[in-house]
């Protein structure tokens, strides 16, 4: 093949690709715009300053949002622990249906990513836990095994989710894309554990560290915004 055609060959197949990744781009809906009045973001689109990784696999940002690679790990905020407040998490799944969670009231700081698991709640964001042999007690908006959905508003990838965790003295309250899906309050009955990697039973503190769970290289989550608020005074 002559040299003019290779080049010719070259631009053409650049020009396809380009077209291509211009398309996919497209393809993912852009986040919705929320409030920011009294909301601090702990999470900047830039890098991952103030967190910490435990357990297998990394996060990595890239176009303001944070993914993730292998798991099972969890990436926590370090510089303070969170209580009487509101977090809210702009995420959205890689495939239709992917897996990870938000965790709260973690007791202590984490050096591993199972203690997270068994002794804080984890938020859970999953559309479809039936795939996996599990109830609605481990769908998305739910603590994790523990409470019952109120409400499944949870969107399939590549749409945008946004989950507002309120910590409220004793109780916790989760809405998924404006719903509620969880009001639970320490002491109320919860579902008896049938399987070794859900959470022991008993109450969390009132305030604890936070983080982000990779689950897997089959189950990215990408998140968008961490932030907080602290509720109003009563």
């Not at 798991?71 to 897996?99: A, D």
Request: with cysteine; net charge positive; hydrophobic share 30%.
């Amino acid at each position: 093949m002559k040299k003019n055609s290779l080049l010719k060959l070259s631009c053409l197949i650049t020009f396809i690709c380009l077209a291509f990744y211009a398309q996919a781009q497209d393809s993912i809906p852009k986040p919705p715009k929320l409030d920011e009045k009294g909301w601090r973001q702990l999470f900047d689109g830039k890098d991952l300053n103030g967190w910490k990784m435990v357990g297998p696999g990394s996060r990595y940002v890239k176009d303001g949002v944070t993914g993730s690679h292998g798991g099972m790990g969890l990436l926590y905020w370090t510089k303070e622990k969170f209580s009487n407040c509101k977090i809210r998490i702009v995420y959205r799944m890689q495939k239709s249906n992917s897996n990870s969670g938000v965790f709260i009231r973690i007791p202590i700081e984490p050096r591993e990513p199972w203690m997270p698991v068994y002794y804080g709640y984890e938020v859970q964001i999953d559309n479809h836990p039936e795939t996996s042999n599990e109830d609605d007690h481990h769908v998305t908006g739910t603590l994790y095994s523990l409470t019952t959905p109120l409400a499944k508003p949870g969107k399939p990838g590549p749409e945008w989710n946004v989950m507002e965790i309120t910590l409220d003295g004793l109780r916790t309250i989760v809405t998924v894309n404006g719903k509620k899906v969880t009001d639970y309050t320490e002491g109320q009955p919860v579902p008896e554990r049938k399987f070794d990697f859900e959470p022991y039973h008993g109450p969390r503190p009132l305030a604890g560290y936070i983080g982000l769970q990779n689950h897997g290289d089959d189950d990215v989550v990408f998140f968008k915004e961490v932030a907080v608020k602290p509720l109003a005074k009563k």
